[in-house]
């Protein structure tokens, strides 16, 4: 196939190589639609990229992103560490790709703030699916700024989509706010959880169940079946318990057996039928346009930040109250009263 | 006692009312060292406030705080809905009355984004607690933007402890991104939970365990000893599968009951013993040192973005875009990168 030319080839490095140094945004734009992997993936970098002339070039590429893929499905798969997201992952992936679908799978990770350790990040389990050419998948984006990591996610949804991948998952670790960033860009969220004796709903939080669209009982196999159903029946009956929904959605709970291979239609069959709810209540381009205004906020707040501590007298004086503050000759709150004051001069 | 005679007197009002059009900083200043709770929640009142000039007026009053308030102790209490949180902060503060301190509940909770439902903000559950003249409850600060949220409760702090409030204990629902914040300016960081048949530590959130100082585990009365007892073995197990801590401190778990009020005097030892942990390797004011820059910084973003929407024109420009955005006109990354060049002309 013509438009495949690049994917995995030496053409396509021999073509990198040539135009490394010369390629502009609309040479990015070319090669992505022509579905070429390393260009993707470089144009993904330039979005995550701290350095403002990759951040321009990457605005530019984003320019020709039509905003309304409405033939796309983003959806968010969540779960607390050792459910076995990637697993699971990498069965629902291989099954859509069987039913011809291309895609794409990202990762939202903002390391813990504790130990600086990573959770995520070894997308190489995922080793059949990685070496399918109809997925594209890219590790963990991490950092201290979860605005930042935000931002390049959000990009580098619409650039998959540019380059033809139909259905984008993105996978976040269950903790803290990424939960609430993943389920604010994507058009279907997965809560992912695992059999257990005991009240299922202790410790999960109530906010992200009252989050999910669809919530999956993994590892139904081996001794844990019954374990399973019993989860499943308990989170049936739980979500009645929760806050009617203003979109009017009763979350569907399934069962699935990533290591077996089991259950994936029925959890399919969920995601498709909420799909279908949305568009039908004209609720799917709703949430695209809110997905689109969060991060058209949020990327203001980032890219202010950024221009305002451009400027070097504004850098200078932060610098030198951080190290007031440090010694304690002054205390936070008049510092930052007085650096407003400073910026608000400026404007 | 002199400095306390406007505590829920009539002369509070009447000081207030007479001074109410009239009072400028260095009279809540000096109400507020004075004790005096009506002017205090005034004060906070101006905090949360999105008005400029109240907000003015509480940055001046802050500038009166003294940020090294190196004798008070704040405690993060953390726990998923209905763990018991309210009832033992309730007992935890009668007992600290008791030993003769002034205390301080402040609560964070950024309502529930989905059914935009508040699951704290009863405080009037605390009864006997809300009653007593050594303390001081102040409602849930909640807002939609977590950042307004996290600045102001910041500030209640510091103005409680300007009170002569010694200990500031700061609930937070258990959901997502507030127990981060809370976390972020607070000295000792408390977990709630409660006992329950099977792996305790499912569903509970790696990341929020990491942060925990101390574990309790409430509820142990009755017929649940028994899974207290296991819970808390489960618990003291797991902390060490952990990370090692850059503090070097080993999480201890204890177990109350807040109904038959036994357990206390265990948890405050193990507070206490942390604090002195950290006073010991100067590690408590590096705590507050880091308190204090993450606030300058949270507020230096907030203090940014309303400057710069406070400009007409680019209040103008913002709500067109955004309509564009809607109207699908144009995508958001153009959008933000057009408003973006705007601001940068203002600079």
């Given at each position: 196939?013509?438009?495949?030319?690049?994917?995995?080839?030496?053409?396509?490095?021999?073509?990198?190589?040539?135009?490394?140094?010369?390629?502009?945004?609309?040479?990015?734009?070319?090669?992505?639609?022509?579905?070429?992997?390393?260009?993707?993936?470089?144009?993904?970098?330039?979005?995550?990229?701290?350095?403002?002339?990759?951040?321009?070039?990457?605005?530019?590429?984003?320019?020709?992103?039509?905003?309304?893929?409405?033939?796309?499905?983003?959806?968010?798969?969540?779960?607390?560490?050792?459910?076995?997201?990637?697993?699971?992952?990498?069965?629902?992936?291989?099954?859509?790709?069987?039913?011809?679908?291309?895609?794409?799978?990202?990762?939202?990770?903002?390391?813990?703030?504790?130990?600086?350790?990573?959770?995520?990040?070894?997308?190489?389990?995922?080793?059949?699916?990685?070496?399918?050419?109809?997925?594209?998948?890219?590790?963990?984006?991490?950092?201290?700024?979860?605005?930042?990591?935000a931002r390049s996610t959000q990009e580098t949804i619409s650039l998959c989509e540019m380059a033809?991948?139909?259905?984008?998952?993105?996978?976040?670790?269950?903790?803290?706010?990424?939960?609430?960033?993943?389920?604010?860009?994507?058009?279907?969220?997965?809560?992912?959880?695992?059999?257990?004796?005991?009240?299922?709903?202790?410790?999960?939080?109530?906010?992200?169940?009252?989050?999910?669209?669809?919530?999956?009982?993994?590892?139904?196999?081996?001794?844990?079946?019954?374990?399973?159903?019993?989860?499943?029946?308990?989170?049936?009956?739980?979500?009645?318990?929760?806050?009617?929904?203003?979109?009017?959605?009763?979350?569907?709970?399934?069962?699935?057996?990533?290591?077996?291979?089991?259950?994936?239609?029925?959890?399919?069959?969920?995601?498709?039928?909420?799909?279908?709810?949305?568009?039908?209540?004209?609720?799917?381009?709703?949430?695209?346009?809110?997905?689109?205004?969060?991060?058209?906020?949020?990327?203001?707040?980032?890219?202010?930040?950024?221009?305002?501590?451009?400027?070097?007298?504004?850098?200078?004086?932060?610098?030198?109250?951080?190290?007031?503050?440090?010694?304690?000759?002054?205390?936070?709150?008049?510092?930052?009263?007085?650096?407003?004051?400073?910026?608000?001069?400026?404007?």
């Open positions: 196939m013509k438009n495949k030319k690049f994917i995995n080839s030496k053409a396509a490095e021999k073509f990198l190589d040539k135009s490394k140094t010369a390629l502009d945004a609309s040479g990015y734009i070319k090669g992505i639609k022509k579905k070429n992997k390393v260009l993707l993936s470089q144009a993904i970098t330039l979005c995550e990229s701290t350095k403002k002339e990759d951040h321009l070039l990457a605005e530019q590429i984003l320019e020709a992103s039509n905003a309304y893929q409405h033939k796309t499905l983003r959806i968010g798969i969540t779960g607390s560490p050792g459910v076995g997201k990637s697993t699971f992952i990498e069965y629902l992936g291989n099954y859509l790709i069987e039913k011809g679908k291309k895609i794409a799978v990202l990762a939202v990770d903002p390391s813990s703030k504790i130990t600086k350790g990573s959770i995520l990040g070894d997308k190489t389990r995922m080793t059949n699916l990685s070496k399918n050419e109809n997925a594209f998948i890219r590790p963990t984006a991490s950092g201290s700024q979860l605005g930042g990591v033809g991948y139909e259905i984008i998952i993105v996978e976040t670790v269950g903790v803290g706010q990424s939960e609430y960033l993943v389920h604010s860009m994507t058009d279907v969220f997965l809560l992912l959880i695992q059999p257990g004796a005991g009240d299922e709903l202790q410790g999960i939080k109530k906010g992200i169940v009252e989050m999910a669209d669809v919530i999956v009982v993994n590892k139904a196999d081996g001794d844990k079946i019954h374990d399973a159903r019993q989860a499943k029946a308990s989170y049936a009956k739980a979500i009645h318990l929760l806050s009617k929904r203003p979109d009017d959605w009763t979350v569907q709970v399934q069962s699935c057996s990533s290591l077996e291979q089991t259950g994936v239609e029925d959890i399919w069959d969920s995601v498709s039928t909420y799909k279908n709810h949305l568009i039908k209540r004209k609720e799917f381009i709703k949430k695209r346009k809110s997905q689109n205004l969060n991060f058209f906020q949020r990327s203001l707040k980032e890219g202010i930040w950024d221009l305002i501590f451009a400027k070097s007298q504004i850098n200078k004086a932060v610098t030198e109250l951080k190290t007031q503050i440090l010694n304690g000759k002054i205390n936070p709150f008049t510092a930052s009263s007085l650096l407003l004051k400073k910026i608000q001069k400026l404007l």
